[in-house]
């Protein structure tokens, strides 16, 4: 049993953004390798103004990672898969 909660690794993006479009197949497949070690969720700034203000994102991609609902970690920009990969085994 998990004492805590499943992180959250949140993509902001948008359909316009190149960048955005070579990072969230890296990110959907690592959530898949690393099976359930944290949850994947994609959030478009075109469609939500609201919270991308809220935590602050200024340029897309837009990577943060939540535990127990703080962003405990975040990175901007299309980071090739190794880079990901160091990322989150750093932060999870």
Not at 6 to 14: C, E, L
Not at 72 to 87: H, I, L, N, Q, R
């Given at each position: 049993?998990?004492?805590?909660?499943?992180?959250?690794?949140?993509?902001?993006?948008?359909?316009?953004?190149?960048?955005?479009?070579?990072?969230?197949?890296?990110?959907?497949?690592?959530?898949?390798?690393?099976?359930?070690?944290f949850i994947?969720?994609?959030?478009?700034?075109?469609?939500?103004?609201?919270?991308?203000?809220?935590?602050?994102?200024?340029?897309?991609?837009?990577?943060?990672?939540?535990?127990?609902?703080?962003?405990?970690?975040?990175?901007?920009?299309?980071?090739?898969?190794?880079?990901?990969?160091?990322?989150?085994?750093?932060?999870?």
């Open positions: 049993e998990k004492s805590k909660k499943t992180p959250i690794v949140v993509d902001f993006w948008a359909s316009w953004c190149g960048p955005c479009r070579v990072l969230s197949p890296i990110l959907e497949k690592l959530a898949v390798e690393y099976g359930g070690k994947l969720a994609k959030m478009s700034v075109e469609e939500n103004q609201e919270k991308p203000q809220e935590y602050r994102v200024m340029s897309i991609p837009a990577v943060k990672m939540f535990k127990n609902g703080k962003v405990a970690d975040e990175f901007v920009g299309a980071y090739p898969e190794s880079a990901v990969k160091k990322w989150l085994d750093e932060n999870l």
